[in-house]
């Protein structure tokens, strides 16, 4: 869902970024990368490796490592972005 909020104001809403094109898709295949990709790569990880039991994590401990290590990845993500000069402010 993040990629497509992001798709659609990057590309549909004119004025929203002074980005390029290629920058445009640069950000939004950030966005699918950091939101989707890695977190389901680890969700899968965690299950081949017995740290969950399940996919669907039904039990509560199951949910807990998954939430903290997509948690810290998301902040470390978040404090990287923020320093990068190609960002405009929002405010």
Same mark, same amino acid.
């Given at each position: 869902m993040p990629t497509a909020v992001f798709w659609?104001?990057?590309?549909?809403?004119?004025?929203?970024?002074? *980005?390029?094109d290629k920058g445009k898709s640069t950000v939004v295949g950030l966005v699918f990368i950091t939101t989707f990709?890695?977190?389901? *790569?680890?969700?899968?990880?965690?299950k081949i490796t017995k740290v969950i039991k399940d996919l669907h994590m039904k039990d509560r401990k199951d949910r *807990?490592?998954?939430f903290m290590f997509i948690s810290i990845f998301y902040l470390i993500v978040s404090f990287m972005?923020?320093?990068?000069?190609w960002m405009t402010p929002l405010l």
């Open positions: 659609v104001v990057l590309f549909f809403l004119e004025g929203s970024s002074n *980005l390029t990709l890695i977190p389901a *790569l680890t969700v899968v990880m965690f *807990l490592m998954p972005i923020d320093g990068q000069q």
